[in-house]
């Protein structure tokens, strides 16, 4: 079965609205996440690295004011859209491991903002 | 700095036929090579990883990938592609065994015709 969660799936949001994405691990505590982003026939871009209890390391180019990332629990991580627009429509991806097991990805959640 | 490239954007081939997605990588320290299987509005699924142990590697679905150092490639062969094969195929590389931060080819779309 999943071993990480992400939720929603799907989310539709007007421009200027924050959408928030959250990536569960169900069986293991998540020491590290991490975020992708998939543009439409594109391949997944590392967006960010997040470790429990501490800040996340954005790749160069990613916006830490506009993609916050939180995560404050060692099974839950957050990233949160802030005042999204039609360009940050997109296909973004978790993936989650402890330093025992190997790197799980949650399913997607496919964001349109129109 | 890591790279990986996929030739070839779109693969098609018949039910039946041997299926090879190819995969060249630039490292600057040994690599650590994954395929990755996406199917439509799903996360990513790991198929199979190199991780400096037997060149070549078995993975899951009848997959597997031989690692050949003098060609820096991560070919990806089924000898027999089932319609269920189709799907999104990603190649990444890190410099670590645990799979964090990996960098994705762009990606290969394998179409198989019955």
């Known amino acids: 079965g999943a071993v990480v969660s992400q939720h929603p799936s799907r989310v539709i949001c007007k421009s200027g609205t924050s959408v928030k994405i959250e990536c569960r691990s169900l069986?293991?505590?998540?020491?590290?996440m991490f975020w992708y982003r998939q543009f439409p026939k594109q391949s997944l871009m590392l967006m960010a690295t997040?470790?429990?209890?501490?800040?996340?390391?954005?790749e160069q180019g990613v916006e830490k004011d506009k993609f916050l990332i939180n995560h404050a629990s060692l099974t839950l991580s957050t990233l949160t859209v802030t005042s999204a627009h039609p360009e940050d429509s997109s296909f973004y991806i978790c993936?989650?491991?402890?330093?025992?097991?190997?790197?799980?990805f949650g399913n997607g959640t496919r964001l349109t903002v129109t | 700095a890591q790279s990986v490239t996929q030739l070839g954007s779109h693969v098609s081939v018949s039910e039946g036929a041997l299926v090879l997605l190819r995969c060249n990588y630039s490292?600057?320290?040994?690599?650590?090579l994954f395929w990755y299987v996406q199917y439509p509005n799903q996360g990513l699924q790991l198929l199979l990883k190199?991780?400096?142990?037997?060149?070549l590697v078995k993975g899951i679905n009848g997959f597997e990938a031989e690692f050949k150092k003098s060609e820096t490639s991560f070919h990806l062969t089924k000898p027999s592609a089932h319609m269920s094969d189709a799907a999104e195929y990603f190649c990444?590389?890190?410099?670590?065994?645990?799979?964090?931060?990996?960098?994705f080819g762009g990606g290969t779309r394998l179409m198989v015709k019955p």
């Open positions: 993936s989650a491991r402890d330093n025992h097991s190997p790197l799980h």
């Open positions: 069986d293991f505590q998540a020491t590290t």
């Open positions: 997040s470790n429990e209890g501490s800040k996340a390391t954005y």
């Open positions: 490292s600057s320290v040994p690599p650590y």
């Open positions: 190199y991780t400096s142990a037997a060149t």
């Open positions: 990444a590389v890190t410099n670590n065994n645990a799979g964090n931060m990996l960098t």
